[in-house]
């Protein structure tokens, strides 16, 4: 006689395989949770709403994957096996990437899944379970038996240990292939659009896919970050030194670089010259010690522009340190200065014991202290702590995507209103053929320089505001003309509870939603067209269509450009 499930909470105490199949109930429960169950965010924790935000994607393929492997597990009667422990192998094969490039794998025959970092698709490897999260596992790999279906060779030296670029030996149209296949799962599990109403279109490839990053940012360290295998070759005192990125899962150790394939090769001409130089005793230059918090040199900031009446490339050196002394940095100043595509060097002061690139005292060593970038026929000023789109060239084809979904009729008759505006690069190129802009931006020094940008370039049709748009308050709409299209462009988090309903309320004709986080994205979808259930305000817009965009070859990021008009 099979024992009814309503029973199961008297029976676990004495039957031990009942106890497992009332935790897997369990566990199936809150794999089916409502992904808007877990987006509610209280006002003011943007960090803990971006953690979850980085979550969505791994944890709603995982869930899915799971529904159909947690009754055949209880047939089975294999818990132990549905639930890998700490240390254990597993042989896996991995069948996609998920969230920051992990590869997605399932244990045989019962179909938990596991997550391990540089696993790619179609790769069959050896994992060891290093932890357990309840709903899913994380593996490190440990052998390869079979590499993945298309494997080529990186190009760079240290893409086995640098943690930017983790695709870099997978073929470029793999890597295509699989960012498609993370948007499309995640307008379908997470923002609910059937295939009928998704009108998701072919990703757009990268055209130039190394040398794109107009802005890189390395680390001093006062510990040299070393493979496992060339341990036994550590260096005591300035040989310990590094310059370069941050290992992967390490806050204290840096991998040492001497060039990077993202960057621009002038760029690469000044890493390396300061990285001959800048260990010589004899200048007293020391890296800053992120547990002692002693040391001088904190960051290299390198960023590439184009000369706005030349169109030859310039480059800006921004060096952090801890403290402001001049005479220290000028043998360095000196020694880069002879490059011809420097035209500034920058010193930002950061006397605090974190790890940020953004100073409170800024001074210029040499030349000017911006660069110029030239965007859809605009010319932009970039200061050292500007915020600017990091693939030049691909922004003009998001640009024109942006502006082509915006549909502006050209007569300077409309009004667009510009969320999370930035340094006001989206609102000014639209700018010439609207009657007004209205931008906004949490960050002072990106309205300042939006402001400048706009008077650079002669447009008066532009007004930006600063202000917090996860704070608004119900007022917020009163200083400005109601919009005909509406451009929002928000960080990872995605948007605020109380910026999507002030959205539902505007009822806008159009909504041009740009994100950099398919996960968030989805969401914000749902809540937009589908509306917010539990409060019973009803979704007002259509998907009408929505255009991936690859701006970060070899790594995880998806851009997204996404219609929405008004039903």
């Known amino acids: 006689m099979t024992t009814p499930l309503c029973s199961l909470r008297q029976l676990t105490a004495t039957h031990s395989w009942l106890r497992r199949l009332h935790k897997l109930q369990k566990l199936h429960s809150l794999a089916s949770l409502n992904p808007s169950s877990i987006s509610q965010y209280p006002q003011g924790q ?41 240390g254990q192998t597993l042989e896996l094969v991995c069948e996609s990437l998920a969230f920051k490039g992990k590869g997605v794998c399932k244990v045989a025959d019962t179909g938990f899944v596991v997550m391990c970092d540089r696993a790619l698709p179609g790769e069959r490897f050896i994992g060891r379970v290093t932890r357990r999260k309840g709903s899913y596992a994380e593996v490190t790999k440990v052998k390869t038996i079979s590499p993945h279906l298309d494997i080529i060779d990186a190009p760079c030296e240290y893409a086995s240990y640098c943690g930017g670029c983790k695709t870099q030996n997978l073929s470029y149209e793999a890597q295509l292939r699989a960012k498609e296949q993370q948007v499309l799962e995640l307008m379908t ?18 055209d130039i896919q190394f040398h794109y990053r107009n802005k890189m940012e390395f680390s001093f360290g006062s510990q040299k970050w070393l493979p496992r295998d060339l341990l036994g070759e550590k260096q005591d005192g300035v040989e310990n030194f590094a310059l370069g990125l941050h290992a992967p899962g390490f806050f204290d150790k840096v991998l040492n670089v001497d060039k990077c394939l993202l960057q621009s090769e002038p760029a690469n001409k000044v890493l390396a010259t300061i990285q001959d130089f800048w260990r010589d005793p004899q200048l007293g230059l020391t890296p800053y010690d992120i547990k002692s918090h002693v040391g001088f040199l904190k960051h290299l900031m390198l960023r590439t522009g184009r000369n706005s009446k030349t169109g030859l490339l310039e480059l800006m050196v921004n060096f952090v340190t801890s ?11 000196e020694k880069i200065s002879t490059i011809p595509e420097v035209v500034s060097i920058m010193n930002n002061i950061n006397s605090s014991v974190g790890n940020t690139s953004v100073g409170e005292e800024e001074y210029t060593l040499y030349g000017k202290s911006t660069i110029t970038e030239i965007l859809r026929g605009l010319t932009f000023q970039i200061s050292a ?50 009657k007004n802009v209205y931008g906004y931006e949490v960050v002072p020094q990106a309205i300042s320089d939006a402001r400048k940008n706009a008077e650079l370039n002669g447009i008066t049709n532009a007004t930006f505001v600063q202000g917090d748009l996860n704070k608004i308050g119900e007022n917020f709409g009163n200083n400005f003309p109601k919009p005909d299209i509406v451009i929002s462009d928000p960080n990872r988090p995605g948007m605020h509870m109380k910026l999507i309903k002030f959205l539902l ?49 070899h790594t995880p990021h998806i851009e997204c450009v996404c219609l929405l008009e008004l039903c």
């Open 505 to 553: 309320r505007l009822k806008a004709p159009c909504i041009v939603y740009v994100s950099c986080n398919p996960a968030t994205c989805a969401r914000d979808l749902d809540y937009l067209c589908h509306g917010l259930k539990e409060q019973n305000i009803e979704g007002c817009y259509k998907l009408k269509s929505l255009q991936p965009v690859d701006m970060f070859p």
């Open 46 to 86: 943007e960090q803990r709403q971006q953690e979850r935000a980085q979550k969505t994607q791994q944890n709603l393929l995982i869930n899915n994957k799971k529904k159909d492997s947690i009754v055949s597990d209880v047939d089975n009667n294999s818990s132990s096996s549905f639930f890998p422990k700490r």
């Open 323 to 333: 403290s402001y002394n001049p005479q220290l940095l000028k043998p360095l100043v």
């Open 385 to 434: 702590n500007s915020f600017f789109q990091t693939n030049t060239r691909q922004a003009e084809v998001l640009y024109k995507l942006i502006e082509d979904c915006a549909g502006l009729r050209g007569d300077s008759s409309e009004i667009v209103l510009d969320l999370f505006c930035g340094t006001g690069t989206i609102g000014l190129t639209l700018a010439r053929r609207a």
């Open 189 to 206: 599990h997470v923002g609910k659009f059937s295939d009928k109403d998704l009108d998701m279109k072919s990703i757009v490839p990268c």
